[in-house]
């Protein structure tokens, strides 16, 4: 299914289908994709919840064992790109992450604004040294129209699962109103209603 134009509705509107998208891809995680001993938690984002703006999530993944955190998947929201301060608290915020030793993996799907050229991956890999971590990035550009591609996401420095970011956009969307889809352009190609 393609990528649909969220700029199109409501952040609301996109909200839902974001909250839907990350719990289906916290639950494909824990249902087969992660190997033993690691767990996946869906995580309100402290730094959203600081600002007091619409909750974003995250997923958490953590070894069993101590119940370390290895890895996050941060699933952009439209509060992130809000304004400058926003993008910098989220710099930060992962900058700070990669240098505890965790892996990160972004999923963005919305355009980027004027304060953000090239992104996130490009804001955070140009800060890495300053901030004393560690960090490569492998982006993998998606446009609205097209199915959205699959990205790695590290639990080690050679442990690897992939996330099915398509197959899990497609559960959220089958829940999704229709009277919403509406405004998104239609059914898409392949779309059951």
């Not at 995250?58 to 926003?86: C, N, S």
């Not at 991956?121 to 140009?126: F, K, N, P």
């Not at 800060?127 to 990035?137: D, I, M, T, Y």
């Not at 050679?158 to 956009?169: G, I, R, S």
């Amino acid at each position: 299914m393609p990528l649909h134009d969220w700029t199109r509705v409501s952040s609301l509107c996109f909200l839902d289908q974001h909250f839907v998208w990350t719990v289906a891809l916290c639950n494909a995680l824990n249902h087969g994709l992660l190997p033993p001993g690691y767990f996946a938690l869906v995580q309100p984002d402290a730094v959203m919840v600081k600002r007091r703006v619409p909750p974003a999530q995250r997923i958490e993944i953590q070894h069993a064992e101590g119940r370390t955190l290895v890895a996050v998947v941060e699933m952009i929201a439209p509060a992130y790109k809000a304004d400058g301060a926003m993008i910098e608290a989220f710099v930060k915020k992962s900058l700070a992450t990669l240098k505890r030793g965790v892996h990160v993996t972004i999923v963005d799907v919305l355009p980027d604004p004027v304060e953000l050229p090239g992104g996130f991956g490009q804001a955070i890999t140009s800060r890495v040294a300053e901030a004393g971590a560690v960090c490569s990035a492998h982006p993998r550009p998606c446009a609205v129209g097209e199915a959205i591609p699959p990205l790695s996401l590290h639990l080690t420095a050679t442990l690897f699962v992939t996330l099915p970011l398509e197959d899990a956009y497609l559960t959220a969307w089958a829940g999704f109103p229709k009277f919403l889809r509406d405004g998104l352009g239609g059914s898409a190609a392949g779309d059951s209603g």
